[in-house]
């Protein structure tokens, strides 16, 4: 189970940070993901961590956003930095284990111009 907070409204340049705990599942050998949904368009990759830390991110947020995990507390981080209205959505983590998806059931950014 996944249990993503921290969404809210913000104004554009303004900062947001997101995060995501994890229980009943193998956290600290999970690749995890942050995804996001805007109305209107598909569902988008915006960050990923690998079990070694590894990240990865959309260019649409590469040197705003920044995410991080502590395996202490099974818990994974987003921040979101100089927010822009286009970062508006739903955002929702994720990740495959054992052959099937685990979601959290996401929480609202709405970024005012």
């Known amino acids: 189970q996944l249990q993503a907070s921290g969404g809210g409204l913000v104004q554009a340049g303004g900062s947001l940070r997101l995060s995501c705990v994890a229980s009943?599942?193998?956290?600290?050998?999970?690749?995890m993901n942050w995804y996001r949904q805007a109305p209107g368009k598909q569902r988008e990759l915006v960050a990923t961590i690998t079990s070694g830390d590894n990240t990865n991110y959309a260019d649409s947020v590469k040197g705003r956003f920044i995410i991080s995990r502590d395996n202490a507390k099974n818990t994974m981080s987003l921040q979101m930095n100089s927010l822009k209205p286009e970062d508006t959505g739903v955002y929702l983590c994720?990740?495959?284990?054992?052959?099937?998806?685990?979601w959290g059931q996401g929480t609202q950014v709405t970024v005012s111009s």
């Open positions: 994720g990740t495959y284990i054992a052959f099937r998806w685990y």
């Open positions: 009943g599942i193998s956290f600290t050998i999970a690749t």
